[in-house]
């Protein structure tokens, strides 16, 4: 059987540009707000009140509940349940049996006053059997991997797994392997064997390294490896390995990072491209410029991570949102190249 259901949101549109919505025979579907070239699959069940867009997807023994809406493009797989609260944005999959939650502590037969929203942005994926948490939000192309156990927020692009899910890395971000070096550097050693990065304006600094039966030295010059003149420094340790710190650009401040004790992984993004670059010895300096987001992650136990910063800290120089920071990046009057 089939039926055409107009989505509010498309309902001005002409008749010819509607394509039809498929409802199986099967399935039970109590709301009107369904958008065109969308398939309802057997034995799912639609409250009315809720709202799909455009050319989703809603496959077999899928419940959903009255405050819920679900985005264009959208694929929900077989035995998930949407519960009221629940706000699905366009171009997500859900795979088979990914469980919601719309209250903290449910108690039979006591309803809350409202139930906690969730929110899963545009173009994420949820593997399947993945509990989400309620409160929570999946950035925008983030991958919860099959059976995660997310608790708390996921950022923007993000791989996570496990139980709590934690981030084991960035999709469609490149790792680059840096090139092994000698025992000794003498002098300011050309970079040039060391990878250009994909983000723009972002380099990669090699740092001289002199080794003697007293040790070894490791230094940086303004102007040779150190491409600004330092205000102020900072040093993060003691961090626990699944957790993530940065998160953030800077509108106008210069970084330059070295791992001078274990290892770290940098994430770099630049609004276009991404790359992920592990720092795992005091000889390698990277440069951040401003408006480049910076993340930091999978710390080593031991890991000392030392930061030199162009400014003395200013609370507004910071953006701590990844939506306001794309909005900055289309604005930006900087150069985007050098």
């Known amino acids: 059987m089939q039926n055409t259901v107009t989505n509010a949101s498309t309902a001005g549109s002409s008749a010819a540009s509607l394509e039809p919505v498929y409802i199986h025979p099967l399935a039970l579907v109590e709301s009107t707000q369904i958008g065109p070239g969308s398939r309802v699959w057997a034995f799912s069940h639609v409250l009315a009140g809720a709202q799909i867009g455009r050319d989703a997807n809603i496959c077999d023994h899928v419940f959903i509940e009255n405050d819920v809406v679900v985005g264009d493009r959208v694929t929900v797989k077989c035995g998930v349940q949407l519960w009221d609260g629940v706000r699905i944005e366009h171009d997500v999959f859900i795979?088979?049996?990914?469980?919601?939650?719309?209250?903290?502590?449910?108690?039979?037969?006591?309803?809350?006053?409202?139930?906690?929203?969730?929110?899963?942005?545009?173009?994420?994926?949820?593997?399947?059997?993945?509990?989400?948490?309620?409160?929570?939000?999946?950035?925008?192309?983030?991958?919860?991997?099959?059976?995660?156990?997310?608790?708390?927020?996921?950022?923007p692009n993000a791989i996570v797994a496990g139980n709590p899910a934690h981030i084991t890395g960035y999709a469609n971000t490149p790792h680059l392997d840096l090139p092994g070096q000698g025992q000794v550097v003498a002098?300011?050693?050309?970079?040039?064997?060391?990878?250009?990065?994909?983000?723009?304006?972002?380099?990669?600094?090699?740092?001289?390294?002199?080794?003697?039966?007293?040790?070894?030295?490791?230094?940086?010059?303004?102007?040779?490896?150190?491409?600004?003149?330092?205000?102020?420094?900072?040093?993060?340790?003691?961090?626990?390995?699944?957790?993530?710190?940065?998160?953030?650009?800077?509108?106008?401040?210069?970084?330059?990072?070295?791992?001078?004790?274990?290892?770290?992984?940098?994430?770099?993004?630049?609004?276009?491209?991404?790359?992920?670059?592990?720092?795992?010895?005091?000889k390698i300096g990277l440069h951040i410029p401003p408006m480049v987001w910076g993340i930091q992650y999978q710390f080593s136990p031991d890991a000392v991570l030392l930061v030199l910063a162009s400014d003395i800290y200013a609370a507004d120089d910071y953006i701590r949102n990844y939506d306001e920071f794309l909005a900055a990046v289309e604005t930006w009057t900087g150069d985007r190249n050098v």
């Open 95 to 155: 795979g088979p049996n990914v469980t919601f939650s719309n209250d903290p502590f449910p108690r039979s037969k006591q309803r809350p006053a409202q139930f906690v929203p969730t929110l899963v942005r545009s173009g994420a994926s949820i593997g399947a059997n993945a509990t989400i948490r309620p409160g929570i939000t999946i950035g925008a192309n983030a991958l919860v991997s099959d059976g995660a156990v997310v608790t708390r927020d996921v950022p």
């Open 187 to 282: 002098g300011a050693a050309s970079a040039a064997d060391l990878p250009k990065l994909n983000v723009a304006r972002t380099t990669l600094h090699r740092l001289p390294k002199i080794v003697d039966m007293r040790g070894a030295l490791s230094f940086g010059e303004i102007g040779a490896q150190l491409p600004f003149q330092p205000q102020r420094f900072f040093m993060v340790y003691d961090v626990p390995s699944r957790e993530v710190r940065g998160e953030h650009a800077h509108r106008a401040c210069h970084q330059f990072l070295v791992c001078v004790k274990g290892s770290v992984a940098i994430v770099v993004d630049d609004g276009a491209r991404r790359d992920d670059i592990l720092l795992d010895n005091a």
